[in-house]
């Protein structure tokens, strides 16, 4: 090949079936751990704002600290946690023992970030940082290893955008639950109490989520395993991200792009409350996102079939961008034309979000032809440590915003209040939208490219079995 061939030693392993079909089970096992992880993550991105500064009672300054020194701590704790993980060594495999152990853990720590002890002053801000700190770290130590683990389940590229696709239902059914049930939830378990239902509602969910981890665990294994040469050590891992430039591309549109989801979702209740007057149109909104958003993630397979990735993820942030930004232009008072650019602008979102996780995969496999390095667990972390940034960073600056042009928790809102409330919700995701395609028309990585990629691999592979 053109792209050069690495001297490779004999693996010390027969390599299980690499490159046909995964069941249906091992499909639908990979989905769950999206899901338990999902209603985990969702509860706290869709609402972790709102609960702290109107449940909690901390303020919108102390709310944004928190969140930036999250923003700081991922920094480091994600790539370092990467880093550890692509260097395990196990009976399970690299990845799999984190999400076996750590599902327990993250349940336990979405109670503890939701639950209100008997504190005041600065002794509540630092509760809820620590929780919040500690709650995305053990998210870290589950979601970076099941992220990897689609990439050393199988070579087939089609096989693997399955996999996403299942991926990206079920974590819109998770969104389904949490955007639909947890405000219910929270009034039929608090009694009229906030506090008590957001904890409730918490320990629901978490018992819903730390058992699917385990079915994760148990079927969906590990069949590709770097050899010796393959091994990166620590610099080696870090320039795999790096000097990676279709990687790059990759995330950065998908930082642009997380920019605008968690920063919408996180302020959309705002939205809902203060500027619709309708409280009740919370879980609408939230279940039109899900419901839209696992509808086209069930219809990826299908779609992948006829385009090219990089223009199905181009066409989905295109359309949603301008939908948000018909949204923004939409006056409150139509609630039906509010409907139906929303529905506009959340379906796309399915079928464009698992595509990115399938295109992450190929940037690995590229970089293993060229180089004979193989860094999956470094470049998931990043993968994953874009996502944690987005959400802290949208966080902090929203929860900045609404202080500087005067929100008041539980009152009626000025003009001006809401009017910025509006362009935190719609036009800010939509622009953003909008600038996360320019990245992906320099993207180079086609099918058939990581079609070609695959088959060099298994040819490799058959060299060092014969």
């Not at 036009?427 to 992906?440: D, E, F, H, N, R």
Request: aromatic share 12%; charged share 10%; glycine share 8%.
């Amino acid at each position: 090949m053109a792209n050069g061939v690495v001297p490779q030693t004999k693996e010390s392993f027969v390599v299980p079936q690499i490159n046909g079909n995964l069941s249906f089970l091992t499909k639908l096992s990979y989905g769950f751990g999206e899901f338990s992880a999902s209603v985990v993550w969702s509860l706290a991105s869709s609402y972790l704002l709102f609960f702290y500064t109107d449940v909690f009672g901390i303020a919108g300054g102390a709310a944004a600290i928190i969140l930036l020194v999250a923003w700081v701590w991922d920094c480091f704790v994600d790539p370092i946690l990467g880093l550890i993980m692509e260097r395990t060594k196990s009976k399970h495999g690299r990845f799999r023992p984190y999400i076996l152990y750590g599902a327990l853990a993250l349940a336990l720590l979405n109670v503890l970030t939701f639950y209100t002890p008997d504190l005041t002053g600065t002794a509540k801000v630092i509760y809820a940082g620590v929780t919040y700190l500690l709650l995305g770290t053990v998210h870290s130590v589950v979601n970076v290893p099941y992220g990897a683990l689609a990439t050393v389940m199988t070579r087939d590229t089609h096989e693997r955008t399955n996999l996403n696709a299942y991926r990206g239902v079920f974590g819109q059914v998770a969104g389904i639950l949490t955007g639909a049930a947890v405000m219910p939830l929270i009034t039929l378990l608090g009694h009229g109490n906030q506090q008590h239902g957001f904890f409730y509602a918490a320990v629901v969910l978490s018992v819903v989520s730390a058992p699917l981890l385990f079915f994760t665990f148990k079927n969906c294994k590990e069949v590709i395993e770097p050899t010796m040469e393959e091994r990166p050590t620590i610099k080696e891992s870090l320039r795999a991200v790096g000097a990676n430039k279709q990687l790059l591309l990759l995330l950065t549109s998908l930082f642009v792009v997380l920019l605008g989801v968690f920063g919408r979702i996180g302020t959309l209740t705002y939205y809902c409350i203060y500027v619709l007057n309708r409280p009740d149109l919370i879980a609408v909104s939230f279940t039109i996102l899900s419901v839209c958003g696992a509808i086209g993630s069930f219809a990826l397979p299908l779609i992948a079939k006829f385009f090219e990735k990089k223009t199905i993820l181009i066409l989905g942030s295109t359309l949603t961008g301008i939908a948000f930004i018909a949204l923004y232009f939409t006056p409150a008072t139509n609630i039906t034309m509010i409907i139906v650019w929303t529905i506009a602008a959340c379906l796309p979102t399915g079928f464009a979000s698992p595509m990115n996780f399938s295109m992450v995969a190929d940037c690995i496999d590229d970089y293993q032809i060229k180089t004979g390095i193989r860094a999956d667990g470094a470049i998931y972390s990043f993968t994953s440590l874009s996502t944690k940034i987005a959400s802290a960073l949208v966080g902090a600056v929203s929860a900045t915003i609404l202080g500087a042009i005067g929100y008041v928790a539980n009152q009626q809102q000025t003009p001006e209040v809401t009017h910025g409330i509006n362009m935190l919700v719609n036009l800010a995701p939509g622009i953003l939208y909008l600038l996360a395609t320019i990245p992906l028309y320099f993207y180079k990585i086609s099918k058939a490219r990581a079609m070609e990629n695959t088959n060099e691999l298994l040819r490799r592979r058959n060299e060092l079995t014969m």
